[in-house]
């Protein structure tokens, strides 16, 4: 029985992934840890633990004493809010990550998952259909941090045998969580304004094309890679993965379909210009080639399920 540790349950990806892990591998063996003193509710079904990422300590003791073997490291902070602390960010996103690598070049850990980003691109990188290897300038605290990340990550892979896996997420879209502090987060705050009734001020200017994806495709896609033999994992940074690609105008049409009366302005802020330094669409064809990525929903069918699903407070 193996047991498997989420750190950073209680973030956008993390709550998601706990339910659908638990779900695979059992309630018992999958164990989610947060900085929070509380579990968060919707992830009552199973154990949960108080983690700060950054005791490097106290980490390693829980890991070592209950004998884990798979960890996801999800607790980072996101673009917007990391240019905001760059200090901070650089400490969150890296220092945890050395933690867990180590644990795992000591033979503690057997697999860790660590999530990447479209923000490890900038504005010198291809930016339609953007290729898995390619110019990469980051421009964010947070992309640099992603990029380095990255570069460890296939480094203790190279030099220590360390099976860690990993992918450049695009946007995340979902209704069980709320992300937080990133720049492709107008695409979940726009459905709950348009479920309101309310008209949505966008961050971005309207013709600004982001890739993106429905979260169920991003769960599944984590855990097909984890799952795959350890010999199709080829790539050792992180896998390109798609989705759709959409714009603020192109996500607000396909709500006004099935809301006729939703509006939307625009009043750009300092996220445009991060927003323009990433692709507007990814191409991950070495996912689909070396284990098997496909994803299933597209603008529309998002559109739908998110309307139907999301709950607003009147
Ligand atoms: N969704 C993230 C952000 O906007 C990108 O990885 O920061």
């Known amino acids: 029985m193996i047991k498997t540790l989420i750190i950073g349950a209680g973030g956008q990806i993390g709550t998601e992934l706990v339910l659908e892990l638990r779900k695979i591998k059992g309630n018992d063996t999958v164990i989610a840890a947060d900085v ?5 509710p919707l992830l009552v079904n199973g154990p949960y633990v108080k983690i700060d990422a950054l005791d490097r300590e106290g980490v390693r ?9 798979e ?10 809010t990391a240019e905001k602390n760059p200090d901070f960010a650089w400490k969150l996103n890296m220092e945890g990550l050395f933690t867990i690598l180590d644990l795992a070049k000591e033979g503690h850990i057997s697999k860790i998952f660590w999530p990447s980003s479209i923000a490890v691109f900038g504005p010198t990188t291809p930016m339609d259909n953007t290729p898995q290897h390619t110019i990469m300038e980051p421009t964010t605290v947070y992309g640099i ?3 380095a990340g990255e570069r460890w990550c296939e480094y203790y892979f190279n030099k220590f045998n360390v099976d ?22 107008y695409a979940v705050d726009i459905f709950y304004k348009a479920k309101a009734g309310k008209q949505f001020t966008c961050f971005l200017k309207e013709d600004t094309a982001l890739p993106m994806m429905f979260m169920d495709d991003a769960i599944n896609a984590t ?3 984890m799952e795959a033999p350890a010999e199709n994992v080829k790539i050792r940074s992180a896998y390109n993965l798609g989705g759709i690609s959409f714009t603020p105008k192109a996500i607000s049409e396909a709500i006004q379909k099935v809301i006729p009366e939703f509006e939307i ?3 750009p802020d300092f996220r445009q210009v991060i927003a323009e330094s990433w692709p507007n669409s990814i191409d ?7 284990w098997g990525w496909k994803h299933q929903f597209d603008l529309d069918t998002m559109v739908k399920v998110m309307l139907e699903n999301i709950k607003v407070e009147h």
């Open 61 to 69: 003791d829980y890991i070592i004493s209950n004998e884990i073997k």
């Open 36 to 40: 929070k003193d509380y579990c968060p």
């Open 223 to 225: 855990i097909q890679l």
């Open 284 to 290: 991950d064809s070495y996912a689909e080639k070396e």
């Open 71 to 80: 960890v996801y490291l999800l607790a980072a902070l996101l673009s917007a």
């Open 145 to 147: 941090s992603k990029q």
């Open 265 to 267: 302005v625009y009043q």
């Open 164 to 185: 860690v896996r990993s992918i450049r997420y695009p946007g995340l879209i979902s209704y069980k969580s709320f992300p937080g502090g990133g720049t492709t987060d």
